[in-house]
C-alpha cells in the first residue's frame, strides 16, 4: 500500500478540522465565483508548507486552486484564529490516543513577553 503524502487529508482528520474552519455564506445578490473547496485548499497550503514551492508556483493541476487562493485562504483563516484551535483539538485526540511522546519534551522557562 502506498503512503500517503504529507499534504494529503484523509476523512478521520478532515473531520476534526473542517469544524474549525469559519463557514462562509455564498451573496444571494451578485454572489460570484464558487470558492474552491476548503479541503483542496488546506491540502495546498500544506503541500506549499511540506514542499517548501512559492505560492505563485502552486501548479494548478494538482486541484488546489491557485497559489493566491491558498494564500488568501492561509490568512482569512490566521485572521479567524483556525491554527491555535485545531492544535488545540490534534493534541486532545492525540492525549485520548495515547500518542503523545514527553520524553523529549523541552520547556521554556524564559520569562514570556520579552
Known amino acids: ?6 499534504w494529503e487529508v484523509d476523512d478521520e482528520l ?5 469544524p474549525l474552519l469559519p463557514k462562509v455564506e455564498r451573496r444571494t445578490w451578485h454572489p460570484g465565483r464558487k470558492r474552491h473547496p476548503d479541503r483542496l ?5 500544506l503541500f506549499v ?8 508556483h502552486l501548479p494548478q493541476e494538482l486541484g488546489f486552486g491557485s497559489g493566491m487562493t491558498c494564500w ?3 490568512s482569512e483563516w490566521t485572521e479567524a ?5 485545531l492544535h488545540g483539538a490534534l493534541l486532545a485526540e492525540l492525549r485520548s490516543a495515547n ?9 521554556d522557562g524564559s ?3 520579552r
Open 1 to 6: 500500500m502506498a503512503r500517503p503524502k504529507p
Open 14 to 18: 478532515w473531520a476534526v478540522i473542517e
Open 41 to 45: 485548499v488546506f491540502q495546498g497550503i
Open 49 to 56: 508548507l511540506c514542499t517548501g514551492i512559492a505560492w505563485e
Open 72 to 74: 488568501r485562504r492561509l
Open 81 to 85: 484564529g483556525v491554527w491555535p484551535h
Open 99 to 107: 500518542a503523545l511522546d514527553f520524553s523529549r519534551a523541552a520547556v
Open 111 to 113: 520569562p514570556s513577553g
